[in-house]
């Protein structure tokens, strides 16, 4: 039954999957599928990712080589004074919390996805680089129907859009947001793909478009230069390697935090027999709790502060860092369990995510973002740049204090899990400083409740942070009310439920974006694939 199969993809657009998909009809490997919607996902998604931001790609070989792609943002290689910085607050309201997000000629860092693409595709890739493109120029061209949640990041985004004349003139003309059901054609980006497909990334880094945009950052306040553009560089690195319950678990590793993060907290969660408890209970909300809790206390304790190090992850994970958070593990649910015997911000996320597996054994997961968006578009290219300077996240230190010519960190997180060598589930997700914690109940869900991916993937999530516990719906009452009633989630105070205790009225891209597919390494039908895309985030699955 599985002989036929070609491969499966999740996404957050049914375009960018169908982009993909149709990689696998013309012949193409799973790595030609995921650049096809990634530039797809450029058109479709236009609030989560951009020619303009960056990335990382996990990309599984079926000769079981993996490699991290990072093609994420850089910081300039020269600062200037603020004073002349085009960089400025805007208010973005969510409905319920109002937030500050800085945009702005000098929120914009150097960019890297075109370069990934173009570099996982080289040394990847197998079909022409013109095919790949032709879905994404095709949707550009003939016009995107808005859905729903596009409509909702475009409302959220409003301050952007409408700030940017060449993003109003072509999403919002009056000064009116698109609503779901309406046509957008994007000409001038359907150009830019089609001249990228000729010419190459350099084109890009050096070209017309290059010489505009530094132009404009000269003059009005930006940061980067032309040497910014042409120096940078895609990094192939070896992903953070891991178990998790004797499945091999690979992911992002440092300098970007999200990955060695996922692999603390999925220790801790191991010395846990999730297995004899029930989904939602108390006994299973409490242990994610503490796990998250203790989490974010050890990144605290030098982790952050050395990223830049090149043993950050082993020594963050060697034993005589991790086994006294085990301890304080082991106390915490006992005193929460008396007489049990088991021993941010805000930040709404504006990333999205593509899994994508074939029949050959091939895998790439791939994560990427503009951040809001900087309110600058390249004159004439459709083309949206970042605003990862002006990301409070990404620069606990301050904005401006960042150091020049470096990879900026990310929570960012592409993630596998490979059994014998073999790709067993594909995730990652979008989401700031949920991701990990979306990742995290998403492999859990899976391994130790047994979960179909569907299910694992769209099941309610929880995430602590701040002293702040947010629940989604779908929780039993019940169990809710005895985790209430236990030791409190920090050490010293109870939970009053007006502070501390956030209940969700809704599902809410707020807790992640997880897009997984996952392949059936034994059983009944091996080679057999699956997939799950978060509805939290229009999320689809696509299998040909």
């Given at each position: 039954?599985?002989?036929?199969?070609?491969?499966?993809?999740?996404?957050?657009?049914?375009?960018?999957?169908e982009?993909?998909i149709?990689?696998?009809?013309?012949?193409?490997?799973?790595?030609?599928?995921?650049?096809?919607?990634?530039?797809?996902?450029?058109?479709?998604?236009?609030?989560?990712?951009?020619l303009?931001?960056?990335?990382?790609?996990?990309?599984?070989?079926?000769d079981?080589?993996?490699?991290?792609?990072?093609?994420?943002?850089?910081?300039p290689?020269?600062?200037?004074?603020?004073?002349e910085?085009?960089?400025?607050?805007?208010?973005?309201?969510?409905?319920?919390?109002?937030?500050?997000?800085?945009?702005g000629?000098?929120?914009?860092?150097?960019p890297?996805?075109?370069?990934?693409?173009?570099?996982?595709?080289?040394?990847l890739?197998?079909?022409?680089?013109?095919?790949?493109a032709d879905?994404?120029?095709?949707?550009?061209?003939?016009?995107?129907?808005?859905?729903?949640?596009?409509?909702?990041?475009?409302?959220?985004?409003?301050?952007?859009?409408?700030?940017?004349?060449e993003?109003?003139?072509t999403?919002?003309?009056?000064?009116?947001?698109?609503q779901?059901?309406t046509?957008?054609?994007?000409?001038?980006?359907?150009?830019?793909?089609?001249?990228?497909?000729?010419?190459?990334?350099?084109?890009?880094?050096?070209?017309?478009?290059?010489?505009?945009?530094?132009?404009?950052?000269?003059?009005?306040?930006?940061?980067?230069?032309?040497?910014?553009?042409?120096?940078?560089?895609?990094?192939?690195?070896?992903?953070?390697?891991?178990?998790?319950?004797?499945?091999?678990?690979?992911?992002n590793?440092p300098?970007?935090?999200?990955?060695?993060?996922?692999a603390?907290?999925?220790?801790?969660?191991?010395?846990?027999?999730?297995?004899?408890?029930?989904?939602?209970?108390?006994?299973?909300?409490?242990t994610?709790v503490?796990?998250?809790?203790?989490?974010?206390?050890?990144r605290?304790?030098?982790?952050?502060?050395?990223?830049s190090?090149?043993?950050?992850?082993?020594?963050?994970?060697?034993?005589e860092?991790?086994?006294?958070?085990?301890?304080?593990?082991?106390?915490a649910?006992?005193?929460?369990?008396?007489?049990?015997?088991r021993?941010s911000?805000?930040?709404w996320?504006?990333?999205?995510?593509?899994?994508?597996?074939d029949?050959?054994g091939?895998?790439?997961?791939?994560?990427?973002?503009?951040?809001?968006?900087?309110?600058?578009?390249i004159?004439?290219?459709?083309?949206?740049?970042?605003?990862?300077?002006?990301?409070?996240?990404?620069?606990?230190?301050?904005?401006?204090?960042?150091?020049?010519?470096?990879?900026?960190?990310?929570?960012?997180?592409?993630?596998m899990?490979?059994?014998?060598?073999?790709?067993?589930?594909?995730?990652?997700?979008?989401?700031?400083?949920?991701?990990?914690?979306?990742?995290?109940?998403v492999?859990?869900?899976?391994?130790?409740?047994?979960?179909?991916?569907d299910?694992?993937?769209?099941?309610?999530?929880?995430?602590?942070?701040?002293d702040?516990?947010?629940?989604?719906?779908?929780f039993?009452?019940?169990?809710?009310?005895?985790?209430?009633m236990?030791?409190?989630l920090?050490?010293?105070t109870?939970?009053?439920?007006?502070?501390?205790?956030?209940?969700w009225?809704?599902?809410?891209?707020?807790?992640?974006?997880?897009?997984a597919?996952?392949?059936?390494?034994?059983?009944?039908?091996?080679?057999?694939?699956?997939g799950?895309?978060?509805?939290?985030r229009?999320?689809?699955?696509?299998?040909?």
């Amino acid at each position: 039954m599985t002989s036929n199969l070609r491969g499966a993809i999740a996404a957050g657009h049914p375009k960018t999957a169908e982009a993909g998909i149709e990689m696998f009809r013309l012949g193409g490997n799973v790595f030609d599928a995921v650049v096809a919607a990634v530039l797809a996902a450029c058109v479709v998604e236009p609030t989560l990712t951009s020619l303009g931001g960056g990335g990382f790609l996990l990309a599984h070989t079926a000769d079981n080589r993996n490699t991290l792609f990072d093609f994420f943002t850089q910081t300039p290689r020269q600062k200037r004074n603020p004073a002349e910085v085009d960089f400025y607050p805007v208010q973005v309201n969510f409905g319920t919390v109002t937030q500050e997000f800085h945009v702005g000629l000098g929120s914009i860092a150097v960019p890297g996805t075109v370069a990934g693409l173009f570099h996982v595709h080289q040394r990847l890739g197998r079909l022409p680089f013109k095919a790949i493109a032709d879905p994404a120029i095709h949707y550009a061209t003939t016009g995107v129907e808005i859905e729903a949640f596009p409509a909702y990041c475009f409302r959220i985004l409003e301050p952007i859009v409408l700030g940017c004349p060449e993003a109003c003139r072509t999403y919002a003309p009056g000064q009116i947001l698109p609503q779901p059901g309406t046509v957008i054609k994007l000409p001038e980006l359907a150009a830019t793909l089609s001249y990228l497909a000729e010419a190459g990334a350099r084109a890009f880094y050096e070209g017309e478009m290059a010489q505009q945009l530094v132009n404009d950052c000269r003059d009005r306040g930006g940061y980067l230069t032309l040497d910014d553009l042409k120096h940078y560089q895609v990094i192939e690195r070896s992903p953070l390697s891991t178990t998790y319950r004797g499945n091999t678990l690979l992911t992002n590793p440092p300098p970007s935090s999200g990955g060695s993060l996922i692999a603390f907290s999925l220790a801790l969660l191991a010395q846990v027999q999730l297995s004899d408890l029930e989904f939602g209970s108390a006994e299973h909300l409490r242990t994610l709790v503490e796990v998250m809790r203790l989490t974010n206390h050890a990144r605290t304790d030098g982790y952050d502060a050395q990223l830049s190090q090149p043993d950050v992850a082993e020594q963050f994970l060697a034993p005589e860092h991790f086994n006294p958070y085990i301890e304080k593990l082991n106390l915490a649910l006992n005193r929460a369990n008396p007489g049990g015997d088991r021993s941010s911000s805000n930040k709404w996320g504006s990333t999205t995510h593509i899994s994508a597996i074939d029949a050959e054994g091939n895998a790439a997961s791939v994560t990427t973002s503009n951040g809001e968006g900087s309110a600058y578009t390249i004159p004439a290219t459709g083309v949206m740049m970042n605003n990862m300077l002006g990301e409070a996240d990404l620069h606990p230190t301050g904005f401006h204090d960042w150091p020049e010519n470096v990879r900026i960190s990310s929570m960012m997180a592409p993630t596998m899990l490979l059994k014998n060598h073999q790709p067993e589930l594909v995730l990652g997700s979008g989401g700031s400083n949920r991701i990990r914690t979306a990742i995290v109940q998403v492999i859990s869900n899976l391994i130790d409740f047994q979960m179909p991916v569907d299910l694992a993937v769209n099941s309610p999530r929880v995430h602590w942070e701040n002293d702040v516990f947010n629940v989604e719906p779908g929780f039993a009452s019940r169990a809710l009310e005895q985790l209430l009633m236990t030791q409190p989630l920090s050490h010293s105070t109870p939970l009053p439920p007006s502070e501390k205790w956030v209940a969700w009225e809704q599902k809410n891209m707020f807790f992640g974006g997880v897009h997984a597919v996952a392949m059936a390494i034994e059983g009944a039908d091996p080679g057999a694939l699956f997939g799950g895309g978060d509805r939290r985030r229009n999320g689809c699955v696509a299998i040909v």
